[in-house]
C-alpha cells in the first residue's frame, strides 16, 4: 500500500557556497532515501530551501560591502544551481524570505504563546562593543561551564552537548574580532522547553529500536537539563514578532533557528499552493499513515530531535499545560531524525578560513556527480565521523565505479552489440546461470529494506555484491571465447545483461545519472529516474526566484523487470572517466598540504 513519506532536508545556510561535508550530511543520503521510496510506490514530498536569517548572514553581507538580502539572493541561487547538479530531487527547494514562510512562522508562533508556551523574560544580551551590534550566540566562544571544554559556542556546546548561554561562557571571546562581549539585558521571547519534558520523553522513549543509536542517546541525554529558550534576537534581519508592540518594531525579530525549522512546513504548504491544491500539504502533516523523515548533521539533533518536536507539542496543545491546535491544525511530529557524523577532510576539520576545504561546485567541475554520491554512500559519515581523503576517492572511483561496475557494463553491452546487434535470447540455462539470475532477483528485498531503514552504507554494499558476481560469473564462463557456440555465448550474454538491468535498478537512488544512461543503452524509451531541474517562481508578482523541483514519475520502480530481447544495442560509451593516480597530489597541492 503506497504511503506518504516526508523527507524533510536540512536547510543549507546562505552565508557562502557549501562543501561536501555539508552535502555529505543531508544532501545526498535524504535524495538516496527519496529516489528509493519513490521508486517503491510511495508518495514522496522532498523539501527544503535556504536558510537566510539572522546575524551571521548580516556579518557576512558587511564584509562584502553587500545588503544581507543580496547576500541571500547570491548565495540562495548558487546553493540551488549546485544541489542540482548534484541531482537531489526537490519536489521544493525554497528559501526562508519569502511572504509564504513568514505567515506559517508567525502561526507557529502565535499557536505557542496562545497556548502558553512562549513568554517574556528580561535576559542579558551580547553586544560588540565597537559596534555597538548584538552579537549571535553562535559567534561567541569560551569555555564550557559544563564539560570544561574550550571551544564552546555561546548557544551549545559541541564537546558535551548542552545548550547554553553566552553569559555562562568562562572567558567568552567574539568569533568575529576576539573582543569581549559586553552584556546588558535586554527582553526576549522565550520557548518553555520544560513544560514538553514528559511529553518530549514518551515521545523519544516510543523511538527505541527505530533511530540510528547514536541520535536516540543524544537526544535523550538532552532531557536530563531542559531549559527556556530564547527565540527572538535584538537584529533587524528575520521574521517579525507577530504580536502588537513588537511587530513593527526593527531592533527585534524571531531567531534564526526558530524560523528555520519551521521550514519544512513552510515550504510543504508553498509546494501544494504550486501545485494548484493548497491543502494538499496535509496528507504528510496530518495522516496517521505518514512518516516525516529528517536529514541533517549531528549538530543539527538537538534542534530536530527536541527543539522542533516541542515546537509541534505547543502548537498542537500536547505539552503540560495542554491547550489547543492552531489554525493549521494538529501537526505530525518526526517519525525518525535520521542524523549524519562528520566528515573530516585529509584528517582535517573543513574549514573555509583555513582553506580545508572542497566546494561542491569545485567538485562538480572536475568530477562526476554519481562518483562523489557513491563515495559519500559507501564512505560516508553515516553513523561515525569519517575523513574524506583523494587517494581513496580515487581508489574508489577507478577500483569499484570503472573496474567492477563500469567494466560489467561495457563488456556485456559491448560484447552483445557487437556479435547479435540487440538483447539475445537466452537457450536453456544452466546452474550457474539461473544462479546468478536468481543471486540478482533476491537482491532487491535485503537492498531496499536496508535503504527503508536509512542504512545507506549496507545497501550498496549488498546491491555491489551482485555486481562482482556478475564479474566473477562473465570471467569464469568466458562468452568471448564462444564464438564458435553461439547459443551458449547468447545465454550468457542475456544473462549478464539481464543482471546488469538489476544492478542499474538497484544502484539508481545511488547514481542516479549513470543509471539512465544504462536505461537508455538498454533500449529503454522515456525517462527512467526525474532529474531536478531550477524554475524561476514569485509570489503574486514580488521578485523571482528560483526553487529546486521536479517531474519525478519516470519509468523507475523498486522491482526486478525482464529484459526484452530483440531489442536493438549499439556499442555503449564509458559510464565513469578513471581517474590520474596523479589527481591526489593535484588536489592535496591546493589544500595546501
Given at each position: 500500500?503506497?504511503?506518504?513519506?516526508?523527507?524533510?532536508?536540512?536547510?543549507?545556510?546562505?552565508?557562502?557556497?557549501?562543501?561536501?561535508?555539508?552535502?555529505?550530511?543531508?544532501?545526498v543520503?535524504?535524495?538516496?532515501?527519496?529516489?528509493?521510496?519513490r521508486?517503491?510506490?510511495?508518495?514522496?514530498?522532498?523539501?527544503?530551501?535556504?536558510?537566510?536569517?539572522?546575524?551571521?548572514?548580516?556579518?557576512?553581507?558587511?564584509?562584502?560591502?553587500?545588503?544581507?538580502?543580496?547576500?541571500?539572493?547570491?548565495?540562495?541561487?548558487?546553493?540551488a544551481?549546485?544541489?542540482?547538479?548534484?541531482?537531489?530531487?526537490?519536489?521544493?527547494?525554497?528559501?526562508?524570505?519569502?511572504?509564504?514562510?513568514?505567515?506559517?512562522?508567525?502561526?507557529?508562533?502565535?499557536?505557542?504563546?496562545?497556548?502558553?508556551?512562549?513568554?517574556?523574560?528580561?535576559?542579558?544580551?551580547?553586544?560588540?562593543?565597537?559596534?555597538?551590534?548584538?552579537?549571535p550566540?553562535r559567534?561567541?566562544?569560551?569555555?564550557?561551564?559544563?564539560?570544561?571544554?574550550?571551544?564552546?559556542?555561546?548557544?551549545?556546546?559541541?564537546?558535551?552537548?548542552n545548550?547554553?548561554?553566552?553569559?555562562?561562557?568562562?572567558?567568552?571571546?567574539?568569533?568575529?574580532?576576539?573582543?569581549?562581549?559586553?552584556?546588558?539585558?535586554?527582553?526576549?521571547?522565550m520557548?518553555?522547553?520544560?513544560?514538553?519534558?514528559?511529553?518530549?520523553?514518551?515521545?523519544?522513549?516510543?523511538?527505541?529500536?527505530?533511530?540510528?543509536?547514536?541520535?536516540?542517546?543524544?537526544?535523550?541525554?538532552?532531557?536530563?537539563?531542559?531549559?527556556?529558550?530564547?527565540?527572538?534576537?535584538?537584529?533587524?534581519?528575520?521574521?517579525?514578532?507577530?504580536?502588537?508592540?513588537w511587530?513593527?518594531?526593527?531592533?527585534?525579530?524571531?531567531?534564526?533557528?526558530?524560523?528555520?525549522?519551521?521550514?519544512?512546513?513552510?515550504?510543504?504548504?508553498?509546494?501544494?499552493?504550486?501545485?494548484?491544491?493548497?491543502?494538499?500539504?496535509?496528507?504528510?502533516?496530518?495522516?496517521?499513515?505518514?512518516?516525516?523523515?529528517?536529514?541533517?548533521?549531528?549538530?543539527?539533533?538537538?534542534?530536530?530531535?527536541?527543539?522542533?518536536?516541542?515546537?509541534?507539542?505547543?502548537?498542537?496543545?500536547?505539552?503540560?499545560?495542554?491547550?489547543?491546535?492552531?489554525?493549521?491544525?494538529?501537526?505530525?511530529?518526526?517519525?525518525?531524525?535520521?542524523?549524519?557524523?562528520?566528515?573530516?577532510?585529509?584528517?582535517?576539520?573543513?574549514?573555509?578560513?583555513?582553506?580545508?576545504v572542497?566546494?561542491?561546485?569545485?567538485?562538480?567541475?572536475?568530477?562526476?556527480?554519481?562518483?562523489?554520491?557513491?563515495?559519500?554512500?559507501?564512505?560516508?559519515?553515516?553513523?561515525?565521523?569519517?575523513?574524506?581523503?583523494?587517494?581513496?576517492?580515487?581508489?574508489?572511483?577507478?577500483?569499484?565505479l570503472?573496474?567492477a561496475?563500469?567494466?560489467?557494463?561495457?563488456?556485456?553491452?559491448?560484447?552483445?552489440?557487437?556479435?547479435?546487434?540487440?538483447?539475445?535470447?537466452?537457450?536453456?540455462?544452466?546452474?550457474?546461470?539461473?544462479?546468478?539470475?536468481?543471486?540478482?532477483?533476491?537482491?532487491?528485498?535485503?537492498?531496499?529494506?536496508?535503504?527503508?531503514?536509512?542504512?545507506?552504507?549496507?545497501?550498496?554494499?549488498?546491491?555491489?555484491?551482485?555486481?562482482?558476481?556478475?564479474?566473477?560469473?562473465?570471467?569464469?564462463?568466458?562468452?568471448?571465447?564462444?564464438?564458435?557456440?553461439?547459443?551458449?555465448?547468447?545465454?550468457?550474454?542475456?544473462?549478464?545483461?539481464?543482471?546488469?538491468?538489476?544492478?542499474?535498478?538497484?544502484?539508481?537512488?545511488?547514481?542516479?545519472?549513470?543509471?539512465?544512461?544504462?536505461?537508455?543503452?538498454?533500449?529503454?524509451?522515456?525517462?527512467?529516474?526525474?532529474?531536478?531541474?531550477?524554475?524561476?517562481?514569485?509570489?503574486?508578482?514580488?521578485?523571482?526566484?528560483?526553487?529546486?523541483?521536479?517531474?519525478?514519475?519516470?519509468?523507475?520502480?523498486?522491482?526486478?523487470?525482464?529484459?526484452?530481447?530483440?531489442?536493438?544495442?549499439?556499442?555503449?560509451?564509458?559510464?565513469?572517466?578513471?581517474?590520474?593516480?596523479?589527481?591526489?597530489?593535484?588536489?592535496?597541492?591546493?589544500?595546501?598540504?
Open positions: 500500500m503506497s504511503q506518504h513519506i516526508l523527507t524533510a532536508v536540512a536547510w543549507p545556510y546562505a552565508n557562502g557556497p557549501r562543501h561536501i561535508g555539508h552535502v555529505s550530511g543531508f544532501g543520503p535524504s535524495d538516496i532515501f527519496s529516489r528509493y521510496q521508486m517503491a510506490g510511495n508518495k514522496v514530498l522532498m523539501v527544503s530551501g535556504t536558510d537566510e536569517h539572522g546575524t551571521p548572514i548580516q556579518v557576512q553581507a558587511d564584509k562584502e560591502g553587500v545588503t544581507a538580502r543580496e547576500l541571500a539572493d547570491r548565495y540562495n541561487r548558487v546553493i544551481e549546485d544541489l542540482t547538479a548534484l541531482g537531489l530531487s526537490y519536489d521544493l527547494f525554497t528559501r526562508t524570505t519569502t511572504r509564504n514562510h513568514y505567515a506559517v512562522v508567525q502561526e507557529i508562533f502565535k499557536g505557542l504563546y496562545d497556548n502558553g508556551y512562549i513568554f517574556p523574560r528580561t535576559t542579558m544580551g551580547a553586544i560588540s562593543p565597537s559596534t555597538g551590534r548584538t552579537l550566540d559567534y561567541i566562544e569560551g569555555t564550557c561551564p559544563i564539560c570544561g571544554y574550550d571551544g564552546a559556542r555561546g548557544d551549545q556546546c559541541d564537546n558535551c552537548g545548550q547554553l548561554d553566552p553569559v555562562d561562557l568562562i572567558n567568552p571571546k567574539s568569533r568575529i574580532n576576539g573582543e569581549t562581549p559586553v552584556f546588558v539585558e535586554t527582553e526576549h521571547f520557548l518553555d522547553l520544560p513544560a514538553f519534558a514528559g511529553a518530549l520523553g514518551s515521545y523519544l522513549q516510543s523511538k527505541q529500536g527505530e533511530w540510528r543509536p547514536n541520535v536516540l542517546k543524544f537526544a535523550l541525554n538532552l532531557l536530563d537539563d531542559l531549559q527556556p529558550r530564547a527565540i527572538s534576537r535584538d537584529l533587524d534581519w528575520g521574521v517579525p514578532i507577530p504580536l502588537d508592540g511587530r513593527d518594531r526593527p531592533d527585534k525579530k524571531l531567531y534564526v533557528w526558530f524560523d528555520a525549522v519551521v521550514g519544512y512546513l513552510s515550504a510543504s504548504v508553498e509546494w501544494a499552493k504550486r501545485s494548484g491544491d493548497p491543502d494538499a500539504w496535509r496528507q504528510w502533516w496530518q495522516n496517521p499513515d505518514a512518516r516525516g523523515y529528517y536529514f541533517m548533521g549531528k549538530d543539527n539533533i538537538v534542534f530536530h530531535a527536541e527543539i522542533w518536536p516541542a515546537m509541534l507539542l505547543g502548537y498542537n496543545g500536547q505539552g503540560s499545560r495542554d491547550g489547543s491546535p492552531g489554525s493549521l491544525g494538529a501537526l505530525d511530529l518526526p517519525s525518525e531524525v535520521v542524523s549524519s557524523e562528520f566528515l573530516t577532510m585529509e584528517g582535517r576539520k573543513f574549514s573555509s578560513s583555513r582553506q580545508v572542497i566546494y561542491v561546485r569545485d567538485f562538480l567541475s572536475r568530477y562526476d556527480a554519481d562518483a562523489l554520491r557513491y563515495y559519500i554512500a559507501v564512505a560516508g559519515p553515516e553513523t561515525q565521523d569519517t575523513d574524506f581523503t583523494w587517494s581513496e576517492f580515487v581508489n574508489r572511483n577507478n577500483g569499484e570503472v573496474a561496475w563500469g567494466n560489467l557494463v561495457n563488456r556485456s553491452i559491448s560484447m552483445a552489440a557487437k556479435n547479435f546487434g540487440e538483447i539475445p535470447e537466452p537457450g536453456e540455462l544452466t546452474d550457474a546461470d539461473r544462479a546468478l539470475l536468481e543471486r540478482s532477483r533476491a537482491a532487491f528485498g535485503p537492498v531496499g529494506a536496508e535503504l527503508g531503514r536509512s542504512r545507506f552504507k549496507n545497501a550498496i554494499t549488498e546491491a555491489f555484491d551482485v555486481v562482482r558476481e556478475a564479474n566473477k560469473y562473465l570471467a569464469e564462463q568466458e562468452p568471448w571465447k564462444l564464438k564458435g557456440d553461439p547459443e551458449r555465448q547468447k545465454s550468457i550474454l542475456h544473462v549478464a545483461l539481464q543482471v546488469v538491468d538489476d544492478a542499474k535498478t538497484l544502484l539508481t537512488p545511488f547514481l542516479p545519472t549513470s543509471s539512465n544512461k544504462i536505461y537508455a543503452m538498454l533500449g529503454g524509451e522515456g525517462v527512467w529516474s526525474g532529474m531536478p531541474e531550477i524554475r524561476e517562481v514569485d509570489e503574486e508578482g514580488g521578485a523571482r526566484y528560483p526553487v529546486i523541483t521536479g517531474d519525478y514519475t519516470g519509468a523507475a520502480t523498486w522491482e526486478h523487470r525482464p529484459i526484452r530481447p530483440g531489442t536493438p544495442l549499439a556499442p555503449p560509451t564509458p559510464l565513469f572517466p578513471k581517474l590520474d593516480p596523479k589527481v591526489v597530489d593535484d588536489e592535496l597541492a591546493r589544500l595546501g598540504g
